[in-house]
């Protein structure tokens, strides 16, 4: 896709760090834009924001760990907009701390967003964009822990693992149809990842705790940064959308992973 004037884009997480920095890249671009985020209100804003710009912002509620708010938020943006070409899959929490600490709620509440919310999305707007028959691209947003695993963050390890996954499957799947996927796989960016614990339910039993990502991300990029890396990656059909090199640590990783073969051989 190289031009982006009077498509019609889907950023989930959109209220807030990437996705709003997704947003108004967008935006800029000619998109008009359906901004879905948990906190309605701060969804408003940034679809008041990229209003500004020329194009149109829809703003609407969603919760990805929700079968039918995603149901709800493909038929709204059908209804108001018409169709879709872009879809940036990005909503996404964290929890951080000792592997040992980690509970069952930590697990279910970090995958029930950034996996399974992952795959509802991905689901919901491949089937449409299939059915519409013009093309189009998704990026899902995995992180640079999607390639490298630390017990510190065992279950969003775990949960971007398995969105590099989903995309690389997905990507094959979509491809004969005309339509790209992206994994977008982010380094340290300074976003509100830190404050996750503000959506977890009373009375889960919590070891985790997200602030622990705060000293990684503090000095990082910031959001804004974020949203033409993206659009220039949806351009090139770029398989993955990285924001940082870390092609050397990528190296030793998959090094060792290589090094075991000799065992077979």
């Known amino acids: 896709m190289d031009d982006f004037k009077d498509k019609v884009a889907v950023v989930t997480g959109g209220?807030?760090?990437?996705?709003?920095?997704?947003?108004h890249a967008l935006a800029e671009a000619g998109a008009n834009v359906v901004v879905a985020d948990i906190?309605?209100?701060?969804?408003?804003?940034?679809?008041?924001?990229?209003?500004?710009?020329?194009?149109?912002?829809?703003?609407?509620?969603?919760?990805?760990?929700q079968t039918e708010s995603v149901t709800a938020l493909a038929s709204t943006t059908l209804k108001e907009m018409g169709g879709?070409?872009?879809?940036?899959?990005n909503a996404g929490v964290y929890l951080g701390g000792e592997m040992a600490d980690t509970t069952e709620d930590d697990w279910r509440f970090v995958l029930s967003v950034n996996?399974?919310?992952?795959?509802?999305?991905?689901?919901?707007?491949?089937?449409?964009?299939?059915?519409?028959?013009?093309?189009?691209?998704?990026?899902n947003t995995a992180s640079i822990g999607g390639f490298m695993s630390h017990g510190a963050a065992v279950a969003y390890a775990a949960s971007?693992?398995?969105?590099?996954?989903?995309?690389?499957?997905l990507r094959q799947?979509?491809?004969?149809?005309?339509?790209?996927?992206?994994t977008l796989c982010p380094g340290p960016i300074r976003t509100s990842l830190a404050g996750s614990d503000r959506l977890r339910e009373p009375g889960e039993q919590k070891g985790g705790k997200s602030?622990?990502?705060?000293?990684?991300?503090?000095?990082?990029?910031?959001?804004?940064?974020?949203?033409?890396?993206?659009?220039?990656?949806?351009?090139?059909?770029?398989?993955?959308?990285?924001?940082h090199d870390f092609s050397d640590a990528f190296s030793e990783r998959f090094q060792r992973v290589l090094k075991d073969f000799d065992r077979v051989r």
């Open 39 to 65: 906190d309605e209100e701060s969804a408003g804003k940034v679809s008041e924001e990229i209003g500004g710009k020329g194009v149109r912002g829809v703003a609407v509620a969603t919760d990805v760990t």
């Open 160 to 169: 971007k693992f398995g969105v590099v996954a989903y995309s690389e499957a």
């Open 211 to 243: 602030q622990a990502l705060w000293e990684f991300i503090r000095e990082g990029m910031e959001p804004e940064e974020i949203g033409p890396i993206v659009l220039a990656g949806i351009r090139d059909n770029a398989a993955y959308i990285y924001t």
């Open 173 to 182: 799947d979509l491809a004969p149809h005309g339509i790209g996927v992206s």
């Open 15 to 23: 209220g807030s760090g990437i996705g709003r920095g997704i947003c």
């Open 84 to 89: 879709v070409d872009v879809v940036c899959n």
């Open 115 to 139: 996996l399974d919310g992952v795959f509802r999305v991905g689901q919901a707007f491949s089937k449409i964009l299939r059915e519409q028959g013009r093309g189009g691209h998704i990026v």
